[in-house]
């Protein structure tokens, strides 16, 4: 499976218009070549560096169609829906939520990605876009995104193709692992299966065990 990569976006720390705590979900697209490090995009930065960036969430991608998902569905705040708003590193058109696996190998310009993980959306998406709600609301429906780690480091650029290089779960898009996690009484067994899935973070391998003891408790 391929795409195009068709923008990159980076952003420094900058505070909200109202507020002096500093974000980095303002980006602007590059059409410039950029280095891509195990930390992510040397053009980008993080300010909560315990929610995110690291390793393991070094570039977030968000698919493109989701926009129009968006749109659809908050019609009063549609008009600041725009690729990049989000916050997101990387954006295409083919790859989403329902195409891509955790764990996927993707080579895109000169690194290799690994998807790792699904974007857990914070409070800072309902403050940008004026909208409580928005960002659980996004959660709840699946149009979450997701982060790479990266397996080598290398440059890219906006046309640059994307292929899957491997895939070692087929049975675990986003959308599944998502829709599971977010059940209100999962089966321990899937959860057990998804946790031992190869790229899954770590963060995510221990979410989940510690869930499935919970509802093995519950159930004994």
């Given amino acids: 499976m391929q795409d195009i990569l068709e923008t990159i976006f980076c ?4 505070p909200f218009s109202d507020d002096a705590r500093l974000t980095g ?7 410039q070549k950029v280095f891509v490090s195990l930390l992510g995009l040397d053009c980008d930065s993080q300010a909560d560096l315990k929610n995110h960036g ?9 698919s493109r169609k989701n926009y129009s998902v968006l749109a659809g569905l908050f019609p009063e705040i549609s008009a600041p829906f725009s690729t990049g708003s989000l916050g997101e590193n990387l954006s295409s058109e083919n790859f ?16 290799t990605l690994q998807v790792s993980q699904p974007r857990t959306l914070c ?12 960002a659980q ?22 046309g640059d193709t994307m292929s899957i290089l491997d895939r070692p779960n087929d049975f675990l898009p ?19 299966k998804i946790a031992q899935a190869p790229g899954l973070s770590q963060a995510w391998q221990q979410r989940l065990h510690k869930r499935i003891d919970w509802l093995k408790n519950q159930q004994a």
Avoid: N
């Fill in 96 to 111: 989403h939520e329902s195409t891509i696996c955790i764990g996927d190998v993707v080579r895109v310009g000169g690194c």
């Fill in 54 to 62: 690291g390793p393991e969430k070094a570039v977030h991608q968000f």
């Fill in 25 to 31: 979900i303002f980006k602007k697209p590059v059409s």
């Fill in 137 to 158: 609301s996004m959660q709840t429906r699946g149009l979450t995104g997701w982060y790479y780690r990266v397996l080598q480091e290398g440059h890219i650029k906006p």
């Fill in 11 to 14: 952003g420094r720390l900058q």
């Fill in 123 to 134: 409070w800072k998406v309902d403050k940008k876009f004026s909208s409580d709600g928005l």
């Fill in 174 to 192: 986003l959308s599944v692992f998502l829709q599971t996690w977010q059940a209100h009484r999962p089966d321990p067994d899937q959860l057990w």
